[in-house]
């Protein structure tokens, strides 16, 4: 057999490889977006989220566009005391899937719609009653001191939408209380700098916010350390937020101190 020959049919097997290639990568892509792969996708989250968690998760249903959206549908998620930490009707994300590869998370928009979060620490607990959340996704810890990262976080959201939110936060080992609420949010951010607390926004518009604090254990005052040095040079960010247009109607806040 000549070499060009040899040439050509390799050329042709190579051709027939990455047709295939391509062909399964479509069957794949069609078969995901079919209702039976949307419920497979389901299926798989729930249970990976469960087996990390150790705790009871339900995803009712999840919904996408790729690569722009992901929409998941009546999320229930339960603390380790089996009590509700988050329930959601609608949580819904526009995303940069493409971006995402690269590094850089750029969010378009948020919507969150029906959700109650339910935030408890027992008069007797150092911890929240999400802390096995961030222990679960937070990777074992190392034991050699890391080098600081000062450089921003690469993270963009343009649009926060709020329909029906509200957060019941009680503290017994803090002696503090509260429940807010918001019925309807609409926020459009030029900036997004969450590591350092840092928000621009161009439009906030709110309706219906409700925020009841109550406070009734006095803390306890811990005796003044010396900081260390190091701790000194560290950059310190402190919570900024600016508004070009600021619109909040149908405002109730009530605050009691009870010590």
Same mark, same amino acid.
């Given at each position: 057999?000549?070499?060009?020959?040899?040439?050509?049919?390799?050329?042709?097997?190579?051709?027939?490889?990455?047709?295939?290639?391509?062909?399964?990568?479509?069957?794949?892509?069609?078969?995901?977006?079919?209702?039976?792969?949307?419920?497979? #996708?389901?299926?798989?989250?729930?249970?990976?989220?469960?087996?990390?968690?150790?705790?009871?998760?339900?995803?009712? %249903?999840?919904?996408? %566009?790729?690569?722009?959206?992901?929409?998941?549908? &009546?999320?229930?998620?339960?603390?380790?005391?089996?009590?509700?930490?988050?329930?959601g009707?609608?949580i819904? #994300?526009?995303? %940069?899937?493409?971006?995402?590869?690269?590094?850089?998370?750029?969010?378009?928009?948020?919507?969150?719609?029906?959700?109650?979060?339910?935030?408890?620490?027992?008069?007797?607990?150092?911890?929240?009653?999400?802390?096995?959340?961030?222990?679960?996704?937070?990777g074992?810890? %190392?034991?050699?001191?890391?080098?600081?990262?000062t450089?921003?976080?690469?993270?963009?959201?343009?649009?926060?939408?709020?329909?029906?939110?509200?957060?019941?936060?009680?503290?017994?080992?803090?002696?503090?209380?509260?429940?807010?609420?918001?019925?309807?949010?609409?926020?459009?951010?030029?900036?997004?700098?969450?590591?350092? #607390?840092?928000?621009?926004?161009?439009?906030?518009?709110?309706?219906?916010?409700?925020?009841?604090?109550?406070?009734?254990?006095?803390?306890? /005052?811990?005796?003044?350390?010396?900081?260390?040095?190091?701790?000194?040079k560290?950059?310190?960010?402190?919570?900024?937020?600016?508004?070009?247009?600021? &619109?909040?109607?149908?405002?109730?806040?009530?605050?009691?101190?009870? /010590?």
């Amino acid at each position: 057999m000549s070499y060009k020959r040899i040439i050509k049919r390799a050329g042709k097997i190579l051709l027939y490889i990455l047709a295939s290639m391509v062909i399964l990568l479509c069957l794949f892509f069609i078969f995901i977006n079919l209702p039976v792969g949307k419920r497979m #996708v389901k299926n798989k989250a729930e249970a990976y989220l469960q087996d990390k968690l150790k705790t009871k998760v339900i995803i009712g %249903s999840i919904n996408y %566009s790729l690569p722009k959206s992901i929409e998941l549908n &009546n999320v229930y998620i339960e603390d380790q005391k089996k009590d509700t930490l988050l329930y959601g009707e609608k949580i819904a #994300v526009d995303i %940069s899937m493409f971006n995402l590869l690269m590094g850089n998370t750029n969010i378009q928009k948020v919507a969150l719609k029906n959700i109650f979060l339910n935030v408890f620490r027992d008069e007797k607990d150092s911890s929240f009653n999400y802390q096995f959340v961030i222990t679960a996704f937070g990777g074992p810890k %190392s034991t050699t001191p890391a080098a600081k990262d000062t450089a921003a976080l690469k993270i963009n959201m343009d649009r926060l939408i709020l329909d029906n939110v509200a957060l019941q936060f009680k503290d017994k080992n803090g002696g503090t209380d509260f429940y807010a609420h918001i019925e309807k949010l609409d926020a459009v951010l030029n900036k997004f700098q969450p590591d350092r #607390v840092n928000f621009g926004v161009t439009d906030f518009v709110a309706s219906g916010v409700n925020f009841f604090m109550r406070t009734y254990k006095e803390k306890v /005052i811990k005796p003044y350390l010396p900081v260390p040095e190091d701790k000194l040079k560290e950059p310190g960010y402190g919570l900024n937020i600016t508004t070009a247009n600021l &619109n909040i109607r149908d405002l109730n806040v009530s605050i009691e101190n009870t /010590i």
